[in-house]
């Protein structure tokens, strides 16, 4: 259980950035993105719907008559959805309710009220979530309102797919970008082909009451699926899907509380992070092949308020040699924080590349494994890998461990060190007293008076007696 027990590092107070204005909409959506270079949290103004944008590194009071600087604009309503790319760390998207999806690219000015977007196309209704292709460069997908999935080339600008699904609900690539996972108000999961609008699969995995739900892809076959939402019993719950045979392998209840649940899976540890709408807990569950490992739950000790949102880094941007896990970054009602989780070991192990918490084949690098052409012709790859694995760290798995003896072994010398010296002093003692018995026998003690026979008579010498001097 190397990940029951995590040690977690905020950067709270003067060390976040505070006095922000977010734009909560909805429990629906993810209301912050991030990547590794950028951040993005639609925010409160009046017209259209702004997007603040700031460098992840960045920390300090946010102004609120310069906030506007800081911020795109280029809907006629508010904002819902925002994504970054995973392949350039710039490239953002939003979803608006106006329906429109535009693409920015956040890195050509320092003010980000001078960034031009480029609007892909408009849904029928509201659009509500966007997310990115995970291997093909340029590809993205949104949802609306009324359950419409369009898929979208950014590199020409236009739309290239469209799918009809369930209303509202979460939207998600599979770990190769063959499938999109979309959750929806009825309490439906399914699993579609963007390029042929086939669905590969459906299922309800909660019995509570119809409500939003969300859900991940755990397994990289995409024969995995974690999914958060009402428990039958009233509650939360943690349910794990096999596609293959569609349908709740795994149940777990969370809490009794009814808050909206936002999952995050870790791929290289296999661990899945829960954070709940006005929670100020954090929740993580290993998930293993034979059963569900919860973690210790977390509290956070920011005075801020509770969760409105949050993003995950990614993992390449995890400080490996600190045995850092998970890097996330949380949105309170007025801050953005950072909060990192570490497996705690010794310094001594710190030494090593830990091989068994991070893999050795890499995490997800920043390169496109296909271009959009390619996928839109029915190519399939997961994405890049990129390792982790420092030049000069040797692997943990290779190290030479000394082998210390236990405790009962080491009390058990000390005792046979004992008694072997005291058989020593005894011994000592022994000739000591032999040699004391010889020197009485052949050299006479004067002090205990001579024996008859044996030792010299005693002669008077004249001496003189202390009575007999004169005074």
């Known amino acids: 259980d190397k990940f029951k027990f995590l040690t977690a590092r905020e950067r709270i107070g003067h060390e976040c950035v505070f006095n922000l204005s977010p734009k909560i909409v909805s429990s629906e959506v993810s209301t912050i993105a991030c990547s590794s270079e950028f951040f993005a949290v639609p925010y409160a103004g009046s017209g259209g719907g702004p997007v603040y944008v ?16 800081q911020c795109v604009n280029g809907h006629k309503a508010e904002c819902w959805g925002v994504a970054f790319s995973p392949h350039v760390a710039s490239l953002m998207a939003t979803a608006g309710d106006d329906g429109g999806v535009v693409v920015w690219d956040v890195s050509s000015s320092e003010r980000m009220c001078e960034v031009a977007g480029t609007k892909l196309g408009t849904h029928r209704a509201g659009a509500r979530e966007v997310t990115f292709h995970p291997s093909a460069a340029g590809v993205l997908a949104s949802i609306a309102s009324d359950g419409e999935i369009r898929v979208w080339d950014a590199a020409r600008e236009s739309e290239a797919r469209s799918v009809e699904a369930s209303p509202g609900g979460s939207l998600e690539f599979s770990y190769d970008g063959s499938l999109l996972l979309c959750c929806g108000r009825d309490r439906t999961m399914r699993a579609l082909d963007a390029r042929t609008r086939d669905e590969a699969w459906r299922c309800e995995p909660h019995e509570g009451a119809a409500r939003s739900f969300r859900a991940r892809w755990i397994a990289r076959d995409n024969s995995l699926v974690a999914s958060c939402g009402p428990a039958r019993s009233g509650g939360r719950e943690l349910v794990v899907v096999d596609t293959r045979k569609p349908g709740p392998s795994r149940r777990v209840a969370v809490d009794s509380s009814t808050g909206a649940l936002s999952p995050h899976y870790s791929e290289e540890t296999r661990v899945l992070w829960l954070w709940g709408r006005g929670d100020t807990t954090v929740r993580h569950f290993e998930l293993r092949p034979d ?71 890499g995490v997800r690098a920043a390169e496109p494994a296909l271009d959009a052409a390619a996928w839109f012709a029915g190519a399939d790859a997961p994405p890049s890998l990129v390792s982790v694995r420092p030049s000069d760290a040797p692997l943990l798995s290779e190290r030479v461990v000394e082998h210390k003896p236990l405790n009962t072994t080491l009390v058990n010398q000390r005792l046979a060190e004992e008694h ?32 008859p026979g044996v030792d010299a008579a005693h002669v008077d010498g004249d001496e003189v007696a202390d009575d007999e001097w004169d005074d």
């Open 54 to 69: 700031s460098p992840v590194s960045a920390v300090g009071k946010v102004e609120p008559a310069r906030a506007h600087e």
């Open 291 to 361: 059963k569900i490992a919860a973690g210790l739950e977390w509290r956070t000790a920011s005075r801020a308020g509770p969760h409105c949102g949050v993003a995950a880094l990614p993992a390449r941007c995890l400080d490996v040699s600190d045995l850092e896990v998970a890097r996330f970054l949380r949105l309170s009602p007025t801050t953005v924080e950072t909060v990192s989780y570490a497996v705690p070991r010794t310094a001594d192990l710190k030494r090593f590349f830990n091989d068994d918490i991070f893999p050795l084949d």
């Open 420 to 451: 072997d010296r005291k058989e020593r002093d005894a011994e000592t003692y022994a000739r000591l007293q032999k040699l004391a018995t010889q020197f009485e026998t052949y050299q006479p003690n004067n002090s205990m008076g001579a024996r």
